[in-house]
């Protein structure tokens, strides 16, 4: 079998070379001498033209035989091309089918006809090969790239605490109950205990760890069942905890806004990161503070918006910032001057 050389990414700077491809058929397109394949990877798409008189009568009809989604994998020399998006194309001279897809299929990863929800959720495989959905994976990954970057330049060490666990790790959530050969167990609906442990021992950790809350939701979003990104730090009260935090958040999102600026173009998303004020806003809580509710732990962000910003871009209501907060968070963002809170602007610690 042929071995990948190089990704789809990777083409316009291998012109006049001969690399090994693969992937899946995205599209093909017959045109009786003049044939195209359009081939996927995780990186994206490559033209392959296949000319009758330029290639073996035999490869001509393997690639009429090809349909979309097909597993292939092709050798072949990078020319330069004016149509092709990239600017580049590849002359096959090998192609070999890995693996044939069924046909038709049950929904079109290239979106020119929309599946129903039911459709995708059945089919979650091929849902993934969508743009859209992928973009949404490759997000996801920097946000955790960033968060971990960060936590290990901070000195934090990274713990991975148990999911299973053999009662109640905090009061006030109802819990998933699971057999354990002979005895009950539980699925956790928080690492705390374990950071806790962990913290008094070596003062900085983070994890990233599924908890599970066994609480009946009617929207979408829900806690059944999260990833939670958290930190436990010793020799600290609220102050330097919330002040870490916000640092963590400002770092995230201009990391994502830096390393997934096509995915965010795919989804449609422009995220601005909002600049943090140089000082903390009130962050003990109480009646007092920005938000606080009868002493509700609520801690000023200290973001801002700068004259003439759209009040629905990244930090506001409908922008990415707020739209994930809502969506998983625990906190309530308002645009506020320079350097002053607004009310109502505030974040629950998970610390």
Same mark, same amino acid.
């Given at each position: 079998?042929?071995?990948?050389?190089?990704?789809?990414?990777?083409?316009?700077?291998?012109?006049? &070379?001969?690399?090994?491809?693969?992937?899946?058929?995205?599209?093909?397109?017959?045109?009786?001498?003049?044939?195209?394949?359009?081939?996927?990877?995780? %990186?994206?798409?490559?033209?392959?033209?296949?000319?009758?008189?330029?290639?073996?009568?035999?490869?001509?009809?393997?690639?009429? &035989?090809?349909?979309? $989604?097909? =597993?292939?994998?092709?050798?072949?020399? =990078?020319?330069?091309?004016? %149509?092709?998006?990239?600017?580049? /194309?590849?002359?096959?001279? %090998?192609?070999?089918?890995?693996?044939?897809?069924?046909?038709?299929?049950?929904?079109?990863?290239?979106?020119?006809?929309?599946?129903?929800?039911?459709?995708?959720?059945?089919?979650?495989?091929?849902?993934?090969?969508?743009?859209?959905?992928?973009?949404?994976?490759?997000?996801?990954?920097?946000?955790?790239?960033?968060?971990?970057?960060? +936590?290990?330049? %901070?000195?934090?060490?990274?713990?991975?605490? #148990?999911?299973?666990?053999? &009662?109640?790790?905090?009061?006030?959530?109802?819990?998933?109950?699971?057999?354990?050969?002979?005895?009950?167990?539980?699925?956790?609906?928080?690492?705390?205990?374990?950071?806790?442990? +962990?913290?008094?021992?070596? $003062?900085?950790?983070?994890?990233? =760890?599924?908890?599970?809350?066994? /609480?009946?939701?009617?929207?979408?979003?829900?806690?059944?069942?999260?990833?939670?990104?958290?930190? /436990?730090?010793?020799?600290?009260?609220?102050?330097?905890?919330?002040?870490?935090?916000?640092? +963590?958040?400002?770092?995230?999102?201009?990391?994502?806004?830096?390393?997934?600026?096509?995915?965010? $173009?795919?989804?449609?998303?422009?995220?601005?990161?909002?600049?943090?004020? #140089?000082?903390?806003?009130?962050?003990?809580? !109480?009646? /007092?503070?920005?938000?606080? $509710?009868?002493?509700?732990?609520?801690?000023?962000?200290?973001?801002?918006?700068?004259?003439?910003?759209?009040?629905? !871009? !990244?930090?506001?209501? !409908?922008?990415?910032?707020?739209?994930?907060?809502?969506?998983?968070?625990?906190?309530?963002?308002?645009?506020? #001057?320079?350097?002053?809170?607004?009310?109502?602007?505030?974040?629950?610690? #998970?610390?």
């Amino acid at each position: 079998m042929l071995r990948r050389t190089h990704y789809t990414v990777d083409l316009p700077s291998a012109v006049g &070379s001969v690399v090994v491809l693969a992937g899946w058929v995205h599209d093909v397109r017959l045109i009786g001498g003049l044939n195209f394949i359009i081939l996927r990877d995780k %990186e994206g798409f490559a033209q392959i033209v296949v000319r009758r008189g330029s290639v073996p009568e035999k490869l001509m009809e393997l690639v009429r &035989s090809l349909h979309q $989604e097909d =597993v292939i994998v092709v050798r072949g020399r =990078v020319v330069p091309s004016r %149509e092709a998006k990239q600017g580049v /194309e590849l002359i096959p001279s %090998e192609l070999e089918v890995i693996n044939r897809a069924a046909s038709p299929l049950p929904l079109d990863p290239r979106d020119v006809t929309p599946a129903s929800l039911e459709t995708r959720l059945n089919w979650r495989h091929m849902d993934f090969r969508r743009a859209e959905s992928a973009a949404i994976f490759r997000i996801q990954t920097e946000i955790l790239r960033a968060f971990r970057e960060f +936590c290990l330049g %901070e000195g934090f060490i990274e713990i991975q605490p #148990p999911v299973i666990i053999g &009662s109640a790790s905090e009061g006030g959530a109802e819990l998933f109950e699971i057999p354990y050969f002979d005895k009950k167990a539980y699925l956790a609906q928080s690492p705390q205990l374990y950071k806790q442990l +962990c913290a008094i021992s070596f $003062e900085r950790v983070f994890t990233v =760890v599924p908890v599970f809350r066994a /609480e009946k939701f009617e929207q979408p979003t829900h806690l059944n069942e999260i990833r939670q990104m958290d930190v /436990e730090m010793a020799f600290a009260d609220d102050e330097d905890a919330m002040n870490m935090l916000e640092r +963590c958040f400002h770092h995230i999102l201009d990391h994502v806004r830096k390393n997934a600026a096509r995915p965010l $173009e795919i989804l449609g998303r422009d995220l601005r990161v909002p600049t943090a004020a #140089p000082e903390a806003n009130n962050l003990r809580g !109480g009646p /007092e503070a920005p938000g606080g $509710e009868g002493g509700a732990p609520r801690v000023g962000l200290g973001l801002h918006q700068d004259p003439g910003e759209d009040p629905h !871009g !990244g930090g506001g209501p !409908g922008g990415l910032l707020h739209q994930g907060l809502a969506g998983g968070g625990q906190a309530l963002l308002r645009h506020a #001057p320079r350097g002053r809170p607004a009310a109502g602007q505030g974040l629950r610690p #998970p610390i």
